[in-house]
């Protein structure tokens, strides 16, 4: 359980992330995420990561782990609130500042902070089973609309995180952010094979590559993801998120 890298293939990382039963991750795997894919891209002989989740898991990413911050803000504290907001900021930013190219192999729901990393990520290819959301206001949050904006129109951003609906794998590959959909069993597979044909370039270049295409990108994504994160403190310290999230899994109950 946890995050752990491996290196199945020459020049290709994959960074795993395994949080039983939903890949909620708690303040220190957002963290620990951030680490492994900031230290995968720093290694020389690396030249595409592979970000996926456990394959025996039911989804990519459910987003922050509302339990543990439940915990804390019952006791009257902040610091889960704070921890996942800081943890989430630094695991997106390894993702999109990884010194080499991120390819997110997505399986089953991405939803909230798992937006936030493949909407980073430099190429995505799903399982025809995944579907990608931002339920934040269902959650009491707000938040990775700057994410959601770089896999959909914006006016489908908008009524998508209005609605806290989600739209599936097939959706998105016709909107052009999704690389492949595939069945499940062959995500991995698949996910790999692009992996491979970014790895066969040289090592240098590539690297060149990513810092060419960030240095390009319309918009800022660090301060826009930021500027989202204020008005998730404000919702907090006003009671309105502690409301909303209080009535979180109540529906199925």
């Known amino acids: 359980m946890g ?23 708690p303040v220190q795997g ?25 394959e025996d898991g039911r989804g990519f990413n459910a987003g922050v782990d509302i339990k543990e911050m439940q915990r804390e803000t019952a006791n009257g504290g902040h610091r889960a609130l704070i921890g996942a907001n800081r943890g989430c900021y630094e695991a997106f930013s390894a993702v999109y500042r990884c010194e080499v190219p991120v390819v997110a192999a997505v399986a089953g729901f991405c939803l909230g902070g798992g937006i936030g990393l493949v909407g980073n990520a430099d ?33 489908l951003m908008r009524a998508l995180f209005y609605t806290s609906r989600t739209v599936t794998a ?15 069993d062959q995500l991995r597979a698949c996910a790999m094979e692009l992996a491979r044909d970014i790895a066969r370039k040289d090592g240098y270049l590539i690297r060149l590559a990513k810092a060419a295409l960030n240095g390009i990108d319309p918009v800022d994504v660090h301060r826009s993801y930021r500027f989202e994160q204020g008005f998730t403190f404000e919702a907090n310290l006003s009671g309105v998120a502690d409301r909303v999230r209080d009535t979180f899994g109540q529906e199925d109950e």
């Open 123 to 155: 190429a995505i290819v799903a399982s025809d089973d995944a579907t990608f959301g931002l339920p934040e206001l269902d959650r009491g949050a707000l938040g990775a609309a700057t994410h959601l904006a770089r896999l959909v129109p914006q006016h």
């Open 30 to 54: 957002w963290y620990d995420l951030a680490d492994a894919v900031r230290a995968a891209g720093r290694d020389p002989d690396v030249r595409c990561v592979v970000l996926t989740a456990a």
């Open 3 to 25: 995050v752990s890298t491996s290196s199945p293939e020459k020049g290709i990382a994959v960074v795993t992330v395994d949080f039983p039963p939903v890949n909620a991750l």
């Open 170 to 184: 097939a959706e998105l590959h016709a909107h052009g952010s999704v690389w492949k959909v595939v069945p499940r």
